[in-house]
C-alpha cells in the first residue's frame, strides 16, 4: 500500500533521472562544440545558469521557514511523551544516539571512501561563509548558540536557527494547553512550507538537467564516473551501519538473534524500499513489530515517532554527503566542521517528514551551517534516488531495533514469539 504521495515522488524520481539522461547527453553534445560566444555565454552562462541556479535559489528559499516550522512542529509534538514515562524517555535517547552515531559514520566512510576525490571543481573560500576553521573547542560550542536570532535569520545561520527551533518547540511542549494557538499556527506554517517545497521539487528535473549539462560541458565525462562513486560509497555504508551498528545493538541489549531478526525484516523490506517513505511504511512496520513480539502498546507509539525523528539513513547520506562535497572543492575539513556538520545533521533530521526527497531540503541544512556550496545538489538529487529506497529501508529497519530494543527493557516484548515458540497476534508477509 503506497500513498498518494509517495506514488508522485516515484514519478518525480523517474523524470528527474529522465532529466538528469537529458542533461548528460546535452553536456556531453556542448564537450565537442568549440568555446565560443554562443556555447559559453549563451547556452551555458545563460541558459543552464539561469535554469540551474534559479532552481537551486527555490530551494535556498524555503530552508529557512520550512526547517523551523517543522523542526518546532517536530520537537513540540515529540516532547509530548513526558505522558508516557519511561518509554518515551528511553526512545528519543535511543534514536538521538543513533542518529548522531549515524552521521559521525557517515562522515568517516565518506574519508576512508573518497567518493569525491578524481573530480576537481575548483577551490573554495570559506573566509566570508565559515568563521570557525581555526577556534578552540569552547568557541565551537558556543557559536551554536544565537546572540541574536533575528540577526541569524537574516543571515541564514542555520546552525543558530536549528538551535533556536529545538529550545522553542520544547518550551511550547512545557507550556502545554496555553501555546495550543502558537502551536496550531506552526503546524499550519509547516504543512504551508511543505506544500512550498514540493512545487519547487516539481521543477528538480529541470534544474538537474541544466545544472548536470553545465557541469559535464565544463568537466567532461569524469564527473560521471565520480556519480557512480558516491551511489556505490553511499549503498554501501547504508549497508554496512545496518549490519555491524543494528546488530550489535540488538545483541548488546536484547541477546536476540540478528539473523533471526533480518529474515522476519526481509517480509516487509520491499514496502519501505518501493515508497521511499517512512510513513507509507508505517502500517506495515507496525504489524512486523507486533509479529515479532512487541506489544501493541510500544509498537503503537515508537515507530510513529521514529518516522518523523529517527533517519539514520538520512543521517549517514548527509554526512557522507558533506565530504563529498569538500573534496570535490578541495576543502580541507576541520574537527569544528565535522562538529557542526554531526549537530546539523542530527538536528536537520528531526521533525522533517518521513517523506521522499525531503533529505535534500535538509541535507541543505547542513551544508549551509558550513557554508559549503550548494551547487552539487541539484546533481545529487538525481542521482540519490537509487539510494534513496535503500536509506528508507535502513530507517525503518532502524525503528523497529530501537522499539524491539525498548519493548524488551519495559517487559513489553514475548521472546517465545520471536523464537516461533508461540503464535503472534498478527503475522505479517505470510
Not at 512496520?285 to 503503537?300: L, P
Not at 557542526?340 to 525531503?358: D, H, K
Not at 550548494?374 to 530501537?402: C, H, Y
Request: hydrophobic share 50%; net charge neutral; charged share 15%.
Amino acid at each position: 500500500m503506497a500513498t498518494l504521495e509517495s506514488k508522485k515522488a516515484a514519478t518525480l524520481g523517474k523524470r528527474s533521472i529522465i532529466g538528469m539522461i537529458i542533461g548528460l547527453a546535452l553536456g556531453a553534445i556542448l564537450c565537442f562544440v568549440p568555446n565560443g560566444y554562443v556555447r559559453d555565454d549563451i547556452i551555458i552562462n545563460t541558459i543552464l545558469n539561469i535554469v540551474g541556479n534559479g532552481y537551486l535559489n527555490l530551494i535556498k528559499m524555503t530552508i529557512i521557514p520550512f526547517v523551523f516550522a517543522s523542526l518546532v512542529m517536530g520537537i513540540s509534538s515529540a516532547t509530548d511523551v513526558k505522558q508516557v514515562g519511561r518509554i518515551g524517555g528511553k526512545i528519543l535517547i535511543i534514536y538521538v544516539a543513533t542518529t548522531v552515531v549515524a552521521s559521525a559514520f557517515g562522515i568517516l566512510g565518506g574519508m576512508i571512501l573518497k567518493p569525491g576525490v578524481g573530480v576537481d571543481l575548483g577551490s573554495f573560500d570559506l573566509s566570508n561563509t565559515y568563521e570557525n576553521v581555526n577556534t578552540s573547542f569552547a568557541s565551537v560550542i558556543l557559536d551554536f548558540i544565537p546572540t541574536n536570532i533575528v540577526e541569524s535569520f537574516a543571515k541564514g545561520k542555520m546552525i543558530h536557527i536549528v538551535v533556536f527551533a529545538v529550545f522553542f518547540g520544547i518550551a511550547l511542549s512545557l507550556i502545554g494547553e496555553k501555546a495550543k494557538a502558537v502551536k496550531k499556527f506552526n503546524e499550519s506554517l509547516a504543512n504551508t512550507m511543505l506544500k512550498i517545497v514540493n512545487i519547487v521539487m516539481q521543477l528538480t528535473p529541470y534544474g538537474v538537467c541544466a545544472l548536470m549539462a553545465k557541469t559535464v560541458a565544463n568537466l567532461g565525462f569524469t564527473i560521471i564516473v565520480t556519480l557512480a562513486k558516491y551511489c556505490a560509497s553511499e549503498i554501501f555504508l547504508l549497508f554496512l551501519f545496518g549490519l555491524l551498528v543494528y546488530g550489535l545493538m540488538l545483541k548488546l541489549f536484547t541477546g536476540l538473534s540478528y539473523g533471526r531478526f533480518l529474515k522476519k525484516y526481509s517480509r516487509i523490506a520491499l514496502v519501505p524500499f518501493s515508497t521511499s517513505s517512512s510513513n507509507a511504511t508505517l502500517p506495515y512496520s507496525i504489524e512486523f513489530c507486533r509479529s515479532i513480539g512487541v506489544s501493541e502498546k510500544v509498537a503503537s507509539f515508537t515507530l510513529p515517532l521514529g518516522a518523523t525523528l529517527n533517519m539514520d539513513g538520512s543521517a549517514i547520506m548527509q554526512g557522507m554527503t558533506a565530504v563529498f562535497v569538500a573534496q570535490l572543492y578541495n576543502i580541507d575539513l576541520t574537527w569544528p566542521m565535522i562538529v557542526t556538520i554531526v549537530i546539523a545533521a542530527t538536528l536537520g533530521t528531526i521533525g522533517s517528514p518521513g517523506m521522499p526527497g525531503v533529505v535534500m531540503v535538509t541535507l541543505t541544512v547542513v551544508l549551509q551551517s558550513v557554508g559549503f556550496p550548494l551547487e552539487a545538489i541539484a546533481i545529487i538529487v538525481a542521482i540519490d534516488k537509487f539510494p534513496d529506497m535503500f536509506k528508507t529501508v535502513l530507517n525503518v529497519l532502524g525503528d523497529s531495533v530501537d522499539t524491539v530494543i525498548v519493548a524488551k527493557s519495559e517487559g513489553e516484548f514475548d521472546a517465545d514469539v520471536f523464537n516461533g515458540l508461540k503464535e503472534a497476534d498478527v503475522n505479517v508477509g505470510e
